[in-house]
């Protein structure tokens, strides 16, 4: 096979099930503007440090994106809204049923199955970009694959220019209310969810939960000028002002 022609299917698209599911506004509004923006070239690809998810540090060797992958993001990206759950944040789709739809599943001459090609990209790429997370499911499968369940951060929908705050809004209507007052005004980095879920997590886990989201915040060369000590006072900070606004919002 030609290099030209190595990959299936190069130009991927997401193809809902003939049996639709009734989706709600806000999944049709985020589909919407998915589609009239391209996600693969979005300026977060560019400027986001990649994490790795296991150990929490920077990715030093890291695979942009190429065009077959960037065609793969953008069909994906269309499923996995499609599929989402605006109450959990969970796409309720396996991941080879995401690369079924987006027809980026390959057959081997066998009748093997591979979605590979999916699995990278989420693996590979959207998850150490922050754009999602991913949870080994502990149910045994007959399937060759290990299920996960995949959840959509708030720096997904910015792909498509939708912003936490839009985000925060619809899922949790009554943050509006608590968003008033001047610690949560503060708090710019830690969403509300992370704020209520502060009392599972230890001091070292909220600091280092901090830390990851500071470092895809910035880019390379905003880190390097803030420098180690101006990295550790900046989480001192918000370690503060994320247990105020914890304080405040259980009172």
């Known amino acids: 096979m030609s290099r030209k022609n190595y990959i299936y299917n190069s130009k991927p698209k997401f193809n809902p099930p003939k049996n ?11 589909m919407k503007k998915a589609s009239e923006i391209d996600v693969a070239r979005s ?21 942009r994106l190429n065009e077959h992958r960037a065609c793969a993001m953008r069909a994906i990206v269309q499923a996995m809204l499609y599929y989402l759950n605006v109450k959990s944040y969970v ?8 690369s079924d739809e987006c027809g980026l599943s390959t057959f081997s001459n066998a009748g093997n199955k591979s979605i590979t090609r ?7 790429f959207l998850e150490p970009m922050g754009f999602i997370k991913c949870k080994k499911m502990e149910k045994k499968f007959l399937s060759n694959y290990i299920p996960k369940k995949i959840f959509l951060t708030p720096m997904f929908f910015m792909l498509f220019n939708i912003s936490e705050k839009e985000i925060n809004s619809f899922f949790h209507p009554s943050i509006k209310k608590c968003q008033k007052s001047d610690t949560l005004k503060n708090n710019i ?33 905003e880190l390097t000028k803030i420098g180690p000590q101006g990295l550790k006072k900046r989480i001192d900070i918000e370690y503060i002002n994320l247990c105020k606004s914890y304080k405040k919002i259980i009172k």
Request: aromatic share 10%.
């Open 20 to 30: 639709k599911k009734q989706i709600s506004r806000f999944i049709c509004y985020a």
């Open 43 to 63: 300026y977060l690809n560019r400027t986001l440090l990649p994490v790795d998810p296991q150990t929490g540090n920077v990715l030093i060797r890291f695979r």
């Open 91 to 98: 796409v309720e789709a396996s991941i080879e049923k995401l």
């Open 118 to 124: 999916t699995s990278r990209l989420i693996n590979h």
């Open 189 to 221: 980095f830690i969403s509300f969810s992370d704020i209520n879920n502060i009392s599972e997590l230890d001091e070292k886990s909220v600091r280092k939960k901090i830390l990851n989201t500071l470092i895809r915040f910035y880019t390379a060369s």
